[in-house]
């Protein structure tokens, strides 16, 4: 039974993202964490001071949220009707990022999916800016689901990486069910810049190959300057549908790899984007 935490502000991107997660797992036993964060926008000097006008807000914004929650639930279940999903709406007041956090350690969440745009379809604003720090801070791997995206199998999947992770990573096991679910074709692009992998990096790839034996999945490499340019190049002559990478502080390629490539895809993506945290990243 898989715990799938799905945040909203009841944009329609973010009931795309949430759409997208449960046509992705539609095959397997879940329970979708339906979850809404709200704070005012902005107390006066008058209302801050009147702490019941202040709970008569909070009070107000909680019913709503929970309404609204509701009703996303009764949707989705009236269009997939799917006897394999289950459902839980969290209302919250509080901060999303900061919620989220709890939420994964308290239900034991596997995997976050999320929009890229919230309401207004400003890059950066809720789902975008608020998904880029889910990335950052939170310690689960998170599905950053383009705005508008009609849902489709992904049947080719790009891995972008430099073989520095390691291969106890919880996540690769999520990989490998996405592959084996749907029958999806793995591509491991190494990015080369004239320096051969070392004896680790060699190693981890052997590794990867076995894990993955029975997938179908192609190695690749690519010489480029530009590392956005080549996954972008390669996303488009592959056709690739699906995007995943490891992100991993603690190498200079993934560092580099983050700050150029996925603050992009977060935000300019047009391709769901699972980026897994590392082993590392885990344990700190």
Known sequence: MKNILLPTDFSLNALNAIEYAIQLFKDEDCTFHLLNTFTPMAYNVATLADSYSTMMIEEINRQNSETGLLEIEKQLKKKFNNP??????LA??????SEIKAVVKERNIDLIVMGTKGATGAQEVFLGTNTMYTIKKVKCAVIAVPANMK???PKEILFPTDFKFSMENKYLKL???IC???ISRLNILNIYFGVPLDSSQEKVKDQFEVFFK???????TAEYEDITEAVAQFQIKYKANFLVMINNKHSFFENLFFKQVIKEMVYHTNVPFMVIPSTKLMKS
């Open 214 to 220: 029975d997938n179908a999945h192609l190695f690749h």
């Open 175 to 177: 990989l490998k069910s």
């Open 84 to 89: 394999k999903h289950a459902f839980q709406t």
């Open 92 to 97: 919250s007041f509080n901060l999303l990022v």
């Open 180 to 182: 084996t679910k749907h």
């Open 151 to 153: 849902y489709e199998k």
